[in-house]
């Protein structure tokens, strides 16, 4: 029973990086249900420290997912429509595969700009805004999730 919730735990964990891609699937709190799978069925539990840390950064994490494309579209200059192209981006990307998530993003801000009745120059600035925001979520997510393996790989 030990070895199969300790399989699971280590899949949980793996099927969060999944998550730091798309959209839909909330990679980091996936990872973290691994990680407290591990930590009460596995055979080392975890120290109630690293638990805690790792909820805060999830939580954390979670909300900044949301919040760091609209900073930056912002930031760039864009508009409430860039900020809504780019979410719609996002979604719809999730239709194209992996380069349209990666894409989707960046085509949707532009779109949204442009439909607002933004010129091409501040329509561009904002998708480079939003496919920052979606870049930077990402590689934190990875780093998080890719930090809960680590430990979970020590504890083994």
Request: no cysteine; hydrophobic share 55%.
């Amino acid at each position: 029973m030990e070895l199969l919730m300790t399989i699971l735990g280590f899949i949980l964990i793996l099927s969060g990086l999944l998550g730091s891609f798309l959209p839909l699937l909330p990679g980091p709190p996936i990872s973290y249900a691994g990680l407290l799978l591990l930590h009460f069925y596995g055979n080392t539990p975890f120290s109630n420290i690293i638990l805690i840390v790792f909820a805060a950064l999830v939580i954390a994490l979670v909300f900044l997912d949301y919040l760091l494309p609209i900073w930056t579209t912002k930031k760039f200059g864009g508009s409430k429509a860039g900020q809504w192209g780019a979410t719609l981006g996002v979604l719809l990307g999730l239709f194209a595969g992996p380069w349209g998530i990666v894409l989707g993003p960046l085509f949707g801000a532009y779109l949204g700009e442009l439909v607002a009745g933004s010129n091409n120059t501040n329509a561009w600035q904002s998708a480079k805004g939003a496919f920052l925001g979606f870049l930077l979520g990402t590689g934190l997510k990875i780093i998080l999730i890719g930090s809960m393996l680590l430990v979970a790989f020590q504890h083994i």
